[in-house]
């Protein structure tokens, strides 16, 4: 199975940051790597497809690079609403697998 | 818009089986693979399969075989998960997916939980 490694765990940023969370994959993914955002109690929401394909509906300070085995999700000026957890998926090659997460507050 | 509407929580016993469902609307059922994926307490997520639709074509997590089945009704848009012989490790929320560039929309989850 590929296994994806998510950094940091744990971030705490302010309004109007600039916030990087990362992924690696113990393999060659090419470009099929999802982000998602997930609320307390909620369902995880589609961010970014495909790398850096941004979901309708999704507003443009979340965008998403890399390629081959490393990712980034970047969020450009941080807003409250951001307060969540993000989860980066490998849809490459079965199974799918997803990082362990980054819980991200409010400094 | 895309809807994915799953059956409400459920409390088991250890040992027994569990049947949930997950209602699609908004779009072509038959068109797109439906993942299901798990979320332990205060865990990350794991993929555990997917069925297509049109033709009932599964993938499996190998960690997964012998534990769930998937099954759809094209006539009603609903697909099912069945776990089996179920212990304190499935106790869980269970997501049904719309597999889109890899999962794109997600139900609202059912929370299962295993317990005497």
């Known amino acids: 199975d590929i296994q994806m490694t998510q950094s940091p765990s744990f971030l705490s940023a302010s309004v109007g940051d600039r916030v990087t969370i990362n992924c690696k994959a113990s393999?060659?993914?090419?470009?099929?790597l999802n982000w998602y955002q997930q609320k307390l109690g909620e369902a995880p929401k589609l961010l970014i497809y495909n790398a850096n394909s941004l979901q309708t509906g999704i507003p443009s300070r979340f965008s998403g690079s890399g390629s081959g085995t490393d990712f980034t999700l970047t969020i450009s000026s941080l807003q409250p609403e951001d307060v969540a957890t993000y989860f980066c998926l490998q849809h490459n090659s079965w199974p799918y697998t997803f990082g362990a997460g980054t819980k991200l507050e409010l400094k | 818009q895309v809807k994915l509407l799953q059956s409400g929580a459920a409390l088991v016993k250890p040992g027994a089986s569990v049947k949930m469902s997950c209602k699609a609307s908004g779009y072509t059922f038959t068109d797109y693979w439906v993942s299901w994926v798990k979320q332990s307490h205060g865990k990350s997520l794991e993929w555990i399969g997917e069925i297509y639709p049109n033709s009932g074509a599964t993938n499996f997590n190998e960690k997964f075989k012998g534990k769930a089945t998937l099954t759809v009704d094209k006539s009603t848009s609903t697909a099912y998960m069945e776990l089996s012989r179920l212990t304190s490790e499935d106790s869980a929320i269970y997501y049904c997916t719309r597999s889109g560039f890899g999962v794109d929309y997600w139900g609202q989850g059912v929370m299962v939980t295993v317990s005497s």
């Open positions: 393999q060659n993914i090419n470009r099929y």
